[in-house]
């Protein structure tokens, strides 16, 4: 007897995925060594949360490099855990600026706004270079969507750095990190939402392969 059963079909990560993924872990790397010690020369928490950002998206493209040819499943579990991260890093950095608001230290401008051209240059590449894979599984859509933020987060510390210079507080940085800490949380929840999504599909398709078996 014929079977109406038909087993998954995985779907294949988009052609030049790879090659873009790998390009953006090095530019993330080398933007996380030049901001972090950027951060600590100028004092900037906005600086010090996008170095951060830069090293977090390195460790995520990685894995996202380590599950590519894997099924889906495991694309998705890994997806889960870089929305986790995402929305860790959002909380650790809100934590980090209320303690610099109680310590009251003032970040050096100048710094803050050359290197943060810099790293919207970079992610800006980055994020055209990913712009297609956007629409892609829960993995995908985090990459893009880490590389989304990031840009966006360079424009903001660029503004905090004309905020900090007009008005001598390190007001200005302090609400730019955290507003780039309710981004990522924001996004983290978006990922998370979505790897469910996959995670559960590709686990009801292994039941009907099973039961493909079986018939």
Known sequence: MACSCTPPQSQAPAPGFRKALWISLWVNLAMFLVEGIASLQSGSV???????????????????????SMGMLWRGRAAMVKGITMAVFGIVVLGRA???????????PLTMGTIGLLALVANAGVAILLFRFRAGDSDMRSVWLCSRNDAIGNVAVMIAALGVFGTGTAWPDLAVATVMGGLAIVAGISVIRHARRDIGNAKQAGVRAAGSEIC
């Open 46 to 68: 906005s600086l010090l949360a996008d170095a951060i950002d830069f090293f977090g998206d390195s460790a995520n493209y990685l894995l996202s490099l380590y599950v590519l």
């Open 98 to 108: 209320i303690w610099v608001a109680q310590s009251g230290i003032t970040p050096e």
